[in-house]
């Protein structure tokens, strides 16, 4: 079954605790992407990979670090957290076809006290 | 930044009518659009995209509208049923980057 997979689902952190959200793909895809989803803001991109040992600023890229060393893997980091990045977080992969056929994971929410 | 808008934050219909979804953008030199539906508890789930050199694009009760004039996307859902009660969103798509509007809230009236 293709799908993308988050890790961990629920967090909750205290502020400058260093914490890494894992995301795995089975689909072969080169392109994978995290975004941040809050209320009255929509997602919002954070990083994205177009393969491997190849990463780009979205949106919103403050405070947080990613990388790329497998086609299959794009953890997401947060070096030293703060409340302001109390967030859902989705991890999504791009299909090969041109288009915008993302396939998201099923989110973390993470919660920094 | 880009700026994808959603005209109305909610919308109710009744099952089996026609349910409309309107979105606004701002960078004419966006490549595609693309409209998500995402349940609660989920993650957005890919329904269907158009690319910017085209009007319109149907899918299984989805059709999409771009009107690259007053930069406006449109989603149409034909015989809307409970299931499709979600919150929509649009996104534009410029070189690799995903601009996301903040959504708007379906509801279908059994």
């Known amino acids: 079954e293709a799908q993308v997979t988050q890790n961990p689902r629920y967090l909750i952190t205290v502020t400058g605790k260093k914490l890494t959200v894992t995301c795995s793909q089975n689909?072969?895809?080169?392109?994978m992407s995290w975004y941040r989803q809050d209320p009255g803001l929509g997602l919002r991109q954070i990083y994205y990979?177009?393969?491997?040992?190849?990463?780009d600023k979205g949106d919103v890229p403050e405070g947080y670090k990613v990388s790329r060393k497998e086609k299959r893997n794009f953890p997401l980091i947060l070096e030293s957290p703060s409340p302001n990045q109390t967030s859902l977080y989705f991890c999504?992969?791009?299909?090969?076809?041109?288009?915008?056929?993302?396939?998201f994971g099923p989110g973390t929410r993470l919660t920094v006290l | 930044g880009e700026s994808v808008g959603l005209h109305l934050p909610t919308l109710s219909v009744q099952e089996g009518d026609n349910s409309i979804i309107n979105c606004a953008y701002s960078?004419?030199?966006?490549?595609?659009f693309i409209w998500y539906k995402q349940e609660s508890g989920k993650g957005p789930q890919f329904i269907i995209d158009?690319?910017?050199?085209?009007d319109k694009r149907q899918g299984q009760r989805v059709t999409v509208l771009l009107n690259k004039t007053v930069k406006h996307l449109s989603l149409q859902i034909a015989a809307t049923q409970p299931g499709d009660s979600a919150v929509y969103f649009c996104?534009?798509?410029?070189?690799?980057?995903?601009?996301f509007g903040t959504g708007t809230s379906l509801t279908v009236i059994p």
């Open positions: 990979s177009m393969n491997v040992e190849v990463t």
């Open positions: 689909m072969n895809h080169e392109y």
């Open positions: 996104a534009e798509v410029t070189g690799n980057q995903f601009y």
């Open positions: 158009i690319r910017s050199n085209m």
């Open positions: 960078n004419s030199a966006s490549d595609y």
């Open positions: 999504a992969t791009l299909g090969g076809r041109s288009g915008g056929l993302q396939f």
